[in-house]
Nanobody, 124 residues
């Protein structure tokens, strides 16, 4: 059974940084794209970033560019999301997901397995 476990969330002041991690187990992920999404209370789940299986190509939501960076370490089956210059509006539960596709996708429906999420709260 595929399992994704996120960590690294927490409370941070505006302008601060966090690095989220997502450890995958129970499957073979070296050929799978992975992504991060986020969901604020009362809002839909939004795409944040995705990375191809090789790690050579990444995709970021427009409003994340320059602040968030996705990366992965296939030797550790782990994907990361580095978040800098955090804003209160970044407050949300952040989820990682894996897809059987080799290329990333901004559509949540393209992902096959999801983690339980990690809370990120940015105070003003």
């Amino acid at each position: 059974q595929v399992q994704l476990v996120e960590s690294g969330g927490g409370l941070v002041q505006a302008g601060g940084s966090l690095r989220l991690s997502c450890a995958a187990s129970g499957g073979t992920f070296s050929s799978s794209a992975m992504g991060w999404f986020r969901q604020a209370p009362g809002k839909e789940r939004d795409f944040v970033a995705a990375i191809t299986w090789s790690g050579r190509s990444t995709y970021h939501a427009d409003f994340m560019k320059g602040r968030f960076t996705i990366s992965r370490d296939n030797a550790k089956n782990t994907v990361y999301l580095r978040m800098d210059s955090l804003k209160p509006e970044d407050t949300a539960v952040y989820y990682c997901a894996v897809t059987s596709r080799s290329r990333g996708s901004a559509s949540a429906s393209d992902y096959d397995f999801w983690g339980q999420g990690t809370q990120v709260t940015v105070s003003s």
